[in-house]
T-cell receptor, first 114, second 116 residues
């Protein structure tokens, strides 16, 4: 039951270029979406989020886009830096989920090549 | 910057033994969570805790699992009789509701549990 899907297990990008990570969801009740970054042997670190009432949220080099009709969101990192190399998880929740528990995708491993 | 802490970082145990994983959530947060990630798989929700009681739990969280907030700062996950398939990374998270009802969960570094 993959309610949140990240279909690309890995992505390689040259330093300075744009990284685009994609995420699809199937549960139309999801109304809040988050991106987390994870280094090996560490916990997920919150990166950026977006509510379903918006279609874009920007924070420095990171921008998340939400297309509700397509049930798709993407994370753009511009410019990509070697320190961005990590696994990126898309997560979703909804206000009817009681305690807002998160449903995660399987993650995309981003490698930024110097 | 406040952060969620977890102890121990690693735990090796024999099948059938009890383990207690400990977490100190961010001090002004009200909701606490446990998630786990089996190697190579996605992060999965186990349980949420609010106002000194479980608010939601997943199918994974069976009778072998329990959670407790024994004092004002610690939040624990107990696995009463560990099984091989309990081997995973266990993450604690905490949050406070935002003004718009949105929330961001902040995760601890995790405890790697290995059941032999």
């Amino acid at each position: 039951d993959q309610q949140v899907k990240q279909n690309s297990p890995s992505l390689s990008v040259q330093e300075g270029r744009i990284s685009i990570l994609n995420c699809d969801y199937t549960n139309s009740m999801f109304d809040y979406f988050l991106w987390y970054k994870k280094y090996p042997a560490e916990g997920p670190t919150f990166l950026i989020s977006i509510s379903s009432i918006k279609d874009k949220n920007e924070d420095g080099r990171f921008t998340v886009f939400l297309n509700k009709s397509a049930k798709h969101l993407s994370l753009h990192i511009v410019p990509s830096q070697p320190g961005d190399s990590a696994v990126y998880f898309c997560a979703a929740t909804y206000s009817g989920a009681g305690s807002y528990q998160l449903t995660f995708g399987k993650g995309t491993k981003l490698s930024v090549i110097p | 910057e406040p952060e969620v802490t977890q102890t121990p970082s690693h735990q090796v145990t024999q099948m059938g033994q009890e383990v207690i994983l400990r977490c100190v959530p961010i001090s002004n947060h009200l909701y606490f969570y446990w998630y786990r990630q089996i190697l190579g798989q996605k992060v999965e929700f186990l349980v949420s805790f609010y106002n000194n009681e479980i608010s939601e739990k997943s199918e994974i969280f069976d009778d072998q699992f329990s959670v407790e907030r024994p004092d004002g700062s610690n939040f624990t996950l107990k696995i009463r009789s560990t099984k091989l398939e309990d081997s995973a990374m266990y993450f604690c998270a905490s949050t406070n509701f935002g003004t718009g009802g949105e929330e961001t969960q902040y995760f601890g570094p995790g405890t790697r549990l290995l059941v032999l």
